[in-house]
C-alpha cells in the first residue's frame, strides 16, 4: 500500500502546474501541444460535433493521446492511472456490475485506506459515478486512464461473465439457443412422413408435394409482383435528393457513430479493409470503428497485428468461453464496448460510399421515433469475375434495390441483410442485440424489430461487397441463409396466434409468403422441374390425378414467375453503370438451380447442426472501380 501511495505521489503533477477550470485546450497550447490556431480550428468544429475537445485534437492529428491524458489530469487536479503496469484490483470491480462499469467506461483502480480510486476515462463525468456510492459507506474518488486500458482491464476482469451474456442477451422465447432435438422433433418427423409417403404412394407423394410447391411459389410471386409495383409507383425515397442536418440547424451536432466489423479467419482481408474505410469522410472524432476478433482466431489477430490502424479503429477480442463462435456472438460481446448512440454493422470485405455515414446520421435526425433501423444497398465490386457473379449482382440488385424497398414501403416485415445495417443504440440494446445461435441474425433482428413496434427504412446508399462467384463456397453461403431462414421461421411460429397478434395480418402473411416461398422454392424445385416433361409433350405421374385446369394453370403460374423475374431483374440493373448486366438476365434461369444443392444440405443441418456457422472465406477477387 505505502509503495502504490509513493508511486502516486511522485507522479502527481507539480503544484504550480495545477490551475483547475481552466479549459483544456489552454492548457495543451501553454505547454506547446497545439497552436492557437488549431485550437480555434478544434473549437469551431466542435460546435458541430459531439465529442470532447481531446478525440477532436487526436482524430486530427494535432495531439497524441498522452497528451490529452496529461492536460486532463492537470485540468481536474487527478492521477494518471497506468493500469497496464498496475492493474486494477479484482475483489473491487465487485462493488458494482459490469454493466455499471461498461456505462461509465470506469473500472476500480485501488484502495487506499478508507477511498476507492477509480480509473475513469472522463473525470468531468465522475459525478454519475460517485452519485451511484451515495449511501454505500464507499469513498470514491478519480483517477485518469485511457479508453483503451479501461476496455482490456474490464475484458480481463470481467470475461466469462461477458462471454456468456452475449450468448444470451435475447428472451429465451424469441431465441433458437434452447432448441433442442425435442423441438426439432415436429420437423425431422414431418420430413420421415412425406419420404415413407413417397415410397408408399409416390403419385400421391408426388402430387402433395406439387401442390405445396406452386403454392410456396404463389405466394413468394404475389409478395415479389406487389413489392415490384409499389416500388415502381413510388420511389422517391432512394431518388430523392439526400436530406442534410446542417451544422447551422438548431440543436443538431453530428452523434458518435460505432460501427462493427467482425473478423473471422481474415488473412487476406485486412489491408484492403483499412483502405476502403480510410475513404469515409465522416469527422473521425466521431467514428468509432471496432474490428472483432475471436481469441482463438490466431490468423486474423496476427493480420491486424500487423495493420497499422488509425486512431479511430480498434480491436475487441471476444473470449471463446464456450465453444461458439458466431458472428452475432462476436457482435453481442462487442456492443458493450460501443461508444457511439448509432450502431453500424460492415462486413470483412465490404466497402461503404464514402458519405454514408453522414447520410445515415441525417436520415436518422429527420425520422419518425420508431424508425429504429435503416438498411443500405448492397452491391458488387466483381461482377466482371465470372458469370456467377454477374448473377450474383443482379440478384442482389433485384432485391435491394427494387423488393426489399418495396416491402419496406409496404409497411411489411424487413428481413434485414447482415451489413449496412444501423440502429438507434437504445432500441437494439431493449431488443436484447442479436441472437446469438441465428445463423441469419439479421434476418431474425428484422421480424423481432418489427414484433416489437418498430420500423426499418431503406436509405440510397451503397455497400459494395465481394461476389461469392465460385461454385462450392457459393453453395455453403446459401445453404447458411437458408437454414437461418429455416430457424427464424420455425422460432417466430412457435406460437402462430401471437406472432399475428404482434404483426397483424396483413405483415404475418408476409413472413409466411417470404419465408415458406423462400426456402420452399429451392427445396421443391426438383418437383416443379419434372414438368419440363408435359411441356415437352411427355406424360407425368399425376397428370392421373390432377385436372387439366390445375396443370394448366400452374405452368402459366411458373412462366409468369420467370418473366417476372426479367422484368425486375433487367429493370434493377438499367441504370447506367450496370447495364452491361442486361444481357445476363435471362441467364439467371441457370444461376438459381445450384441452389437446391444448398437447400438440402441446410435441410441436412437443420436436423444435426443448426448452430454451425459455414465460414465463407473472402478476398479472391480484386476490386473493381465501384460506382459511386
Given amino acids: 500500500m505505502s509503495e502504490q501511495l509513493l508511486r502516486l505521489t511522485a507522479a502527481a503533477p507539480a503544484t504550480h502546474e495545477l490551475q483547475p477550470n481552466l479549459p483544456l485546450g489552454r492548457y495543451l497550447v501553454r505547454n506547446g501541444v497545439i497552436s492557437q490556431d488549431q485550437l480555434v480550428r478544434a473549437l469551431q468544429m466542435q460546435l458541430q460535433l459531439n465529442a470532447p475537445i481531446g478525440e477532436i485534437l487526436v482524430a486530427e492529428g494535432w495531439a497524441a493521446p498522452g497528451d490529452i491524458l496529461n492536460a486532463l489530469a492537470l485540468q481536474n487536479g487527478v492521477q494518471v492511472a497506468d493500469l497496464a503496469e498496475s492493474p486494477p484490483n479484482p475483489v473491487l470491480c465487485e462493488l458494482q456490475t459490469s454493466q455499471f462499469w461498461l456505462r461509465h467506461n470506469a473500472i476500480p483502480w485501488m484502495q487506499l485506506g478508507p477511498m476507492v480510486l477509480i480509473a475513469t476515462s472522463r473525470p468531468d463525468q465522475f459525478d454519475m459515478i460517485r452519485d451511484a456510492f451515495d449511501g454505500t459507506g464507499v469513498m470514491v474518488l478519480p483517477a485518469l486512464a485511457s479508453e483503451s486500458q479501461i476496455d482490456d482491464a ?201 458519405d454514408q455515414i453522414e447520410h445515415v446520421v441525417s436520415r436518422f435526425a429527420q425520422t419518425a421515433d420508431d424508425v429504429v433501423c435503416l438498411q443500405g444497398i448492397l452491391d458488387y465490386y466483381n461482377p466482371r469475375s465470372s458469370w456467377r457473379a454477374r448473377c450474383f449482382t443482379i440478384e442482389y440488385s433485384s432485391w435491394f434495390r427494387i423488393i426489399l424497398p418495396g416491402i419496406a414501403r409496404m409497411g411489411l416485415v424487413v428481413p434485414l441483410g447482415g451489413t449496412t445495417l444501423f440502429f438507434k443504440r437504445d432500441a437494439l440494446e431493449k431488443l436484447g442485440g442479436w441472437d446469438a445461435h441465428n445463423v441469419t441474425e439479421d434476418a431474425d433482428l428484422g421480424v423481432r424489430l418489427c414484433r416489437a413496434g418498430y420500423r426499418t427504412e431503406l436509405i440510397d446508399t451503397v455497400t459494395y461487397e465481394e461476389a461469392n462467384f465460385r461454385a462450392w463456397p457459393w453453395v455453403k453461403q446459401r445453404s447458411r441463409w437458408l437454414k437461418g431462414f429455416m430457424v427464424t421461421y420455425l422460432v417466430h411460429m412457435r406460437s402462430p396466434r401471437q406472432l399475428w397478434r404482434d404483426l397483424g395480418a396483413r405483415r404475418f402473411l408476409g413472413v409466411q409468403a417470404f419465408f415458406l416461398g423462400t426456402f420452399g422454392q429451392f427445396l421443391l424445385a426438383p418437383v416443379l422441374w419434372s414438368f419440363w416433361l408435359i411441356l415437352l409433350g411427355f406424360n407425368h405421374p399425376i397428370q392421373s390425378v390432377l385436372p387439366a385446369w390445375v396443370i394448366n394453370a400452374s405452368v ?14 433487367l429493370t434493377s440493373v438499367s441504370r447506367r453503370e450496370r447495364r452491361f448486366l442486361m444481357p445476363w438476365v435471362p441467364t439467371m434461369i441457370l444461376y438459381f438451380p445450384l441452389g437446391v444443392v444448398a437447400a438440402y444440405k441446410a435441410l441436412y443441418e437443420l436436423a444435426v447442426a443448426p448452430f454451425f456457422w459455414d465460414k465463407t472465406q473472402h478476398g479472391h477477387a480484386d476490386e473493381e472501380q465501384t460506382p459511386n
Fill in 154 to 354: 474490464l475484458a480481463k476482469q470481467f470475461a466469462r461473465t461477458l462471454a456468456v451474456a452475449a450468448e444470451t442477451r435475447v428472451q429465451p422465447y424469441y431465441s433458437c439457443r434452447n432448441w433442442r432435438i425435442t423441438q426439432r422433433l415436429p420437423a425431422i418427423l414431418a420430413t420421415l412422413c412425406v419420404t415413407a409417403l413417397a415410397i408408399a404412394a409416390p403419385t400421391w407423394a408426388l402430387t402433395a408435394l406439387f401442390l405445396v410447391a406452386v403454392l410456396t411459389l404463389a405466394m413468394f410471386a404475389t409478395l415479389k409482383v406487389t413489392a415490384f409495383v409499389t416500388h415502381l409507383l413510388d420511389h422517391s425515397h432512394l431518388t430523392a435528393p439526400r436530406p442534410k442536418c446542417h451544422p447551422g440547424t438548431v440543436g443538431f451536432k453530428y452523434p458518435k457513430v460505432s460501427v462493427l466489423v467482425p473478423l473471422f479467419k481474415e488473412r487476406e482481408i485486412a489491408s484492403a479493409l483499412i483502405r476502403r474505410l480510410g475513404r469515409l469522410t465522416y469527422p473521425k472524432a466521431l467514428l468509432d470503428v471496432v474490428l472483432v476478433l475471436e481469441e482463438e482466431d490466431d490468423v486474423t489477430r496476427q493480420t491486424v497485428a500487423e495493420t497499422d490502424l488509425p486512431a479511430w479503429i480498434r480491436v475487441i477480442e471476444v473470449p471463446a468461453h464456450t465453444g461458439l463462435t458466431t458472428k452475432p456472438r462476436a457482435m453481442n460481446y462487442a456492443l458493450d464496448f460501443c461508444r457511439g448512440d448509432i450502431i453500424g454493422v460492415w462486413d470483412a470485405e465490404d466497402a461503404p460510399m464514402a
Fill in 556 to 569: 402459366g403460374l411458373f412462366v409468369a414467375t420467370e418473366l417476372l423475374a426479367l422484368a425486375v431483374g
